[in-house]
């Protein structure tokens, strides 16, 4: 398990940080991510503060979260609810 020291650049301050080498890529993504929402929230609604931006970015990221598991639930239920059918249909056919 080989881990890289890289530098995130988030809101213009860096952050050191030790990663998984597999990690790297999703890392540095995800900082890419937040400096794009952050540089549109201030284009957006005109705010300059950086703390307001990043609290804006991890709430809208949070929800973004809620509503990924939210679907992800859905869908598990959904499979539980196709195989039960399939069981059925084989316990009928035996």
Do not use: W
């Not at 900082?31 to 540089?39: D, F, L, M, Q």
């Not at 598991?69 to 059925?88: A, G, Y």
């Amino acid at each position: 398990m080989d881990e890289l020291s890289i530098k995130i650049k988030i809101a213009d301050r860096e952050y050191p940080m030790k990663v998984k080498t597999e990690d790297e890529q999703r890392v540095r993504n995800a900082g890419k991510s937040i400096n794009e929402r952050i540089r549109v929230y201030r284009e957006r609604f005109g705010i300059d503060d950086k703390q307001d931006l990043l609290a804006m970015v991890a709430f809208d990221c949070l929800v973004d979260k809620m509503e990924l598991e939210e679907k992800h639930v859905d869908t598990d239920d959904s499979v539980v609810q196709k195989v039960n059918q399939l069981n059925n249909l084989i316990n009928q056919a035996l």
